[in-house]
């Protein structure tokens, strides 16, 4: 009977110990606590969570002494339980179709600067292939990973297919799109800037304007081709065939060789930079000088388009303001206060240099 009674006895212990292990381990297992946390900077609880879920109403100095406590014993907020107090995950995703194109590079750098300043942390899921089946992928990864809401920057005609859509409960934002898509809608003011590319050119004297288009399943491609084509139209002129490029330099540089071929060329409308870069060098090596022969205007605002030779006169995106009012529409719907079918467009600028002049006489 000692026996059984010193099995148990053991056992109980065992067990005990199982469940109960030494502090030092148990805290080590699970990490620092708030209440860690609130010693080590000498506050409450209640001042650590405020800080946690970024509100404003702790002093500045207390509010450093907090992170400063945070940095030192590693502590992470559980972001699972915050969610589940305040209804948000604070997260904000982004889909894109390519990363390679500048806009859109800026427009995602823009993008997460706002988002930041808001608080949000910003999940980026790029799509190399936009079909009708990553979408709903991307979608369906976003969900996982638990987003407030999305950001879209599809330059193709995705959302013009009837089995693409948003859901309804994931607040969505769509950046160079279609207004008519039906969902809210931020993007610069194509028309507006080809129609002061084109008429500039037609204002210098030009009697035609020759258009280098982007890739026709680009919706920024097709309202400045549209913009450019009217814009002619509206001063009498028949506009010439476009030729397409696909953004690069070296699309710009081989249809440059055929423009600069033809005598009656005098003036170039470049729908981005790079191929109205491309098209200059292939001027340059014809000897068509630029602007004395041909004049080109490029379309975007490169930060080296001021190093081209001559410097390229140009039609100037704020891609800071469309990611930053894209952001700013995604709060407001979030908040329940943005209109379903809102659609922004944010102004452009013409910026003139010395690639464009009044045709030889």
């Not at 309202?223 to 450019?228: A, G, L």
């Amino acid at each position: 009977m000692q026996e059984d009674s010193g099995n148990r006895t053991a056992q109980a212990t065992a067990s005990n110990g199982a469940r109960k292990p030494a502090s030092g381990t148990s805290r080590a297992s699970r990490g620092p606590s708030i209440g860690d946390v609130a010693k080590a900077a000498g506050v409450s609880s209640q001042t650590v969570s405020r800080v946690s879920n970024g509100l404003t109403n702790v002093e500045e100095t207390t509010k450093n002494r907090v992170l400063d406590a945070m940095k030192q014993l590693g502590y992470r907020p559980n972001r699972a339980a915050r969610a589940l107090k305040s209804g948000q995950f604070k997260s904000i995703g982004v889909i894109m179709f390519t990363l390679s194109s500048f806009g859109n590079m800026r427009t995602l750098d823009a993008i997460a600067t706002a988002a930041s300043q808001a608080g949000y942390s910003v999940t980026l899921i790029p799509l190399h292939d936009p079909t009708t089946g990553t979408v709903s992928g991307a979608y369906h990864r976003l969900r996982e990973q638990e987003v407030d809401g999305v950001v879209i920057i599809f330059e193709a005609h995705l959302l013009d297919h009837a089995d693409i859509t948003l859901p309804e409960d994931l607040p969505a934002v769509v950046i160079d799109s279609n207004p008519g898509s039906g969902y809210p809608m931020v993007d610069t003011d194509q028309a507006e800037g080809a129609r002061f590319a084109t008429k500039h050119l037609l204002d210098l004297g030009h009697q035609q304007v020759w258009h280098i288009g982007g890739p026709p399943s680009s919706f920024s491609a097709q309202h400045r081709e549209e913009s450019w084509k009217r814009t002619l139209e509206d001063a009498g002129i028949d506009a010439p065939p476009v030729l397409h490029g696909d953004w690069s330099t070296e699309s710009g540089y081989q249809i440059g060789l055929e423009l600069g071929r033809n005598p009656d060329v005098t003036a170039i409308f470049a729908a981005n930079d790079q191929m109205a870069l491309g098209a200059m060098r292939a001027l340059h090596e014809l000897g068509r000088a630029i602007p004395g022969e041909v004049s080109i205007v490029g379309f975007d605002d490169l930060e080296e388009s001021t190093s081209f030779w001559p410097p390229l006169t140009t039609v100037r995106q704020d891609f800071h303001a469309v990611g930053r009012l894209s952001i700013e529409n995604l709060l407001q719907q979030m908040a329940g206060n943005s209109p379903v079918n809102d659609a922004t467009k944010v102004p452009t600028q013409l910026v003139v240099r010395k690639s464009t002049a009044a045709p030889a006489k």
